[in-house]
């Protein structure tokens, strides 16, 4: 296979790395409100993350500085049209980074309760961009036969999009309240399974409209990969199912790999849907970018192909080791034992 091909689907792989991680921790972020009673238990929700929330926006680094060497066209079209929505992910992501760091520097509820408040809005804005970029990447924007983006932000807030965001967000949501119930214990973790229970039938209803859409739009457009998209979008389905089960019968590990499977079959979903293109145009077929037009030379591909395979398994045994050495529950005598040896 064409290097520039296999070059799609391990930026392809890189995303649902980055949507599968940093997605629980959105999830996380976004639940204060719902699972935090008082400050110990907003403490404990905030540490199950603590470790490894930066970790894993690192894959997001990764992807994006792939996406520039492999596809420069791409990734100059993409980060000039969506400029704006990409600058209100990266600020979104600053907050929510900065409330973590400072949130308990100063013993005051007032102070807590803002930074929790900004850790609620840093999680929630890029798990509702990311899917509405994305949602408009597949379907197609205005693009001139200069592959110019000739839209604007309010372009890519149509119905297709729209639901895109609010699938992340919700599906970011669930996925991150089976982290919760996986890593904590007492209230927090019996108020996080109940939440799960809820917040799943409602992310159900709204992912299955947003995947049949996207079928539809596949089996409309002939997509070469149209049996995988398929394939996927059902097995997404199937897993999402599946970890609301587990998380009923109380196996919370079971619930949390299976919300993990789930989003990484809707972001496959969503890339088998887009191949062989990379940035469809909505306007002009003469202005669509495809793997073809928008790689760079075989020679800087073969560059990263080994500068890939001789780092990335370095980075997942890194990555893998963090979650072991971290695997424990993040317990609420933990938690008050800490506050009275600061105190």
């Not at 839209?151 to 919760?180: E, I, M």
């Not at 306007?283 to 669509?288: H, S």
């Not at 398994?313 to 008050?336: A, C, D, H, M, N």
């Amino acid at each position: 296979m064409d290097l520039a091909y296999i070059w799609f689907f391990i930026v392809g792989i890189l995303f649902v790395g980055y949507f599968v991680l940093d997605g629980f921790d959105f999830g996380v972020g976004m639940s204060l409100p719902f699972l935090g009673k008082d400050d110990i238990g907003r403490r404990q929700i905030i540490n199950t993350i603590g470790p490894v929330w930066d970790l894993n926006e690192t894959w997001v680094i990764v992807a994006g500085a792939c996406l520039f060497a492999a596809f420069p066209e791409w990734y100059a079209t993409l980060f000039s049209g969506f400029y704006l929505a990409l600058l209100l992910i990266l600020l979104a992501l600053i907050v929510r980074g900065v409330s973590f760091e400072y949130r308990h520097q100063r013993d005051s509820l007032r102070w807590k309760k803002g930074f929790d408040t900004l850790i609620v809005v840093g999680s929630a804005v890029p798990a509702f961009l990311w899917g509405v970029a994305v949602a408009n990447i597949v379907q197609g924007v205005p693009l001139d036969v200069d592959h110019e983006f000739t839209g604007s932000l309010l372009t890519l807030l149509n119905p297709y999009g729209l639901l895109g965001g609010l699938t992340t967000l919700l599906l970011f949501f669930t996925h991150g309240v089976f982290f919760v119930a996986l890593k904590t214990d007492g209230q927090v973790r019996r108020d996080a399974r109940a939440l799960a229970a809820k917040s799943g039938i409602v992310t159900v209803l709204v992912a299955a409209v947003f995947l049949a859409w996207t079928v539809q739009n596949a089996v409309a457009a002939s997509a070469p990969a149209v049996a995988l998209v398929m394939a996927c979008a059902g097995a997404a389905a199937v897993l999402l199912i599946a970890s609301l089960v587990a998380n009923r019968i109380d196996r919370e590990g079971w619930a949390f790999g299976f919300g993990a499977a789930t989003v990484a079959f809707a972001v496959l979903t969503l890339w088998l849907a887009l191949f062989p293109n990379v940035m469809p145009s909505s306007t002009d077929p003469a202005g669509t970018l495809t793997i073809e037009n928008a790689s760079s030379t075989d020679y800087t591909l073969t560059i990263m192909t080994w500068a890939a395979v001789i780092f990335l398994p370095l980075v997942l045994l890194y990555q893998g080791w963090t979650y072991w050495v971290f695997r424990k529950r993040v317990t609420r005598s933990r938690i008050e034992q800490a506050a009275a040896v600061v105190h």
